[in-house]
C-alpha cells in the first residue's frame, strides 16, 4: 500500500478531526501530498497539498482558515487538521500524490497515487 489514510469519522458542525495518511518513502520524498475529498453525488474537489520540503501549501478556499495541512518527514506521514467543520464538509477523504501541483488542483483524473477514502460526517 503506498497511500494509507485513516481518522475519519463522525463528528458535530464546530468540531474538530485529524486525519492522517501514510505513505511510501519513495512516494513521499518525490511528490506533492494532498487531499481531495468527494461527496455523495458530487465530483472530487481538491482541499490541500503540500511540497516536499513542507515549505509551500495550497488550499482550498472553502477551507482556508479551518484547516491545516503539514508533513513529518521522519515517518513518512501527512496530515490534515480539520477544525470548525461544517456540514458540507462532509465527505470522503482521499490521501493523494502527484508530481505536479497543478494536477493535484485542478486535473484530479491525472493524479499518480490515491490511497483510499476515509469518511468524514459532520452532523448539524
Known amino acids: 500500500v503506498q497511500l494509507q489514510a485513516s481518522g475519519g469519522g463522525l463528528v458535530q458542525a464546530g468540531g474538530s478531526l485529524r486525519l492522517s495518511c501514510a505513505a511510501s518513502?519513495?512516494?513521499?520524498?518525490?511528490?506533492?501530498l494532498g487531499w481531495v475529498r468527494q461527496a455523495p453525488g458530487k465530483e472530487r474537489q481538491f482541499v490541500a497539498a503540500?511540497?516536499?520540503?513542507?515549505?509551500?501549501?495550497y488550499y482550498a478556499d472553502s477551507v482556508k482558515g479551518r484547516f491545516t495541512i503539514s508533513r513529518d518527514n521522519a515517518n513518512y506521514m501527512v496530515y490534515l487538521q480539520m477544525n470548525n467543520l461544517k456540514p458540507e464538509d462532509t465527505a470522503n477523504y482521499y490521501c493523494?500524490?502527484?508530481?505536479?501541483?497543478?494536477?493535484?488542483?485542478?486535473?484530479?483524473?491525472?493524479?499518480?497515487?490515491w490511497g483510499k477514502g476515509t469518511l468524514v460526517t459532520v452532523s448539524s
Open positions: 503540500i511540497n516536499r520540503g513542507g515549505g509551500s501549501t
Open positions: 518513502g519513495r512516494i513521499f520524498s518525490r511528490h506533492w
Open positions: 493523494a500524490a502527484d508530481s505536479n501541483i497543478t494536477t493535484m488542483r485542478f486535473r484530479h483524473v491525472g493524479i499518480d497515487y
